[in-house]
């Protein structure tokens, strides 16, 4: 796991719709050095449902990739894990931390955390099932809440001890959802405990912010995802920061680059209609700070054909640059020099 988790990674979290193979395939280009698939119901996975077959679908080229797997009952977690094993991921997830009252009302996700010493049993269950072919990780939250009782730091010990090589702490609670601030000194409690690698989630939204989380915490990587989703050169931006070196912003040509080959890539993927449609959620953030970038967002939002939408994008390209009030984000906007070489 050492290999993955050196100080300095960092990891496109697991989201549900968004991480599919061509996200991951996208955001390795702009620097993650670890991805996590979509969760995988363990039911759907083992009755052979198409959709679980999908999101388990590991292509040669989407290395280092984990699968994450959920449900509520650990023997069918470590038979599914073994059977996720198959695929060859860099290492099986177990979610234990979605707070979606569908899936933590039934006792999976966030639901173990109701249970600690059920959760360090079910950890146990699937490591000693599939552990020998493949790593097992964890990923959960601080605790279910309140903020008095807080079971993370004996947890990570606990999970340490059963076999679990690297764990996840995403700093909320379960009763937080993804609102309120991320408290990250917990990760920090539960890395000074353990041995493995921790992994602190819950706020990066920027290359400053993941090299503070680091060195606050001293965990060995950290997780981004909503900003991901937006922004996704928060990779590389990161990666150069706990470099040590001067981290650029995209050019307005890469951001148009990027709106270009998403599309494509999911059309490919998904068919015209659903492909472009899937691709719309990102635009917003691929454009941010461009001149005219809002009057080009909403003609892409009405253009149902590819055609249209690579017309419009290549249009934007010769005059596109950064109104002249954009901060970069936290990072310098990119200059002349910048444009020039990524040209
Ligand atoms: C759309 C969406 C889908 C998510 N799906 C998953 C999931 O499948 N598995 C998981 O462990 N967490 C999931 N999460 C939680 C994220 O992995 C992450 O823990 C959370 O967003 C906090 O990180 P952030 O502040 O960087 O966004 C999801 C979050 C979002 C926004």
Redesign the pocket.
Known sequence: MRRFYDGRAVVL???????DAVFRVLTRTVGADVC????VNVEGLLRGCRNAKRKIRLEASDTPTAI?I?GADPERLAEAAELAAEASPAFI?V?C??WVPKIAGRGA?AGWLREPEAMVAMAKMVVDRAGGSVPVTV?T?IGLGPESHMPIVDLARRLEDVGVEAL?I?C?TAKQG?SGG?DWSWAQKARAVVSMPVIV?????SAEDAERAIRETGCEGV???????EHPWIFREARAKLAGEIVAAPTPGERLSLCREHLLANVAERGEKHGVQVTRRHLAGYLRGLVGASALRQRLLTMPELEGCLAMLDQALPEARYVDAFDGFGVRAPTESDCRSAA
């Not at 979290?13 to 991480?19: G, K």
């Not at 989630?201 to 939204?205: L, Q, S, T």
């Open positions: 979290a697991p989201m549900e719709d968004v991480t996590v698939t979509e969760f994450q959920y997830d979610n931390g979605c996700g990923k939250r996840t995403h909320r993804h991320a989630n819950g706020d990066v939204r997780m981004v995802g909503r900003r991901a989703i």
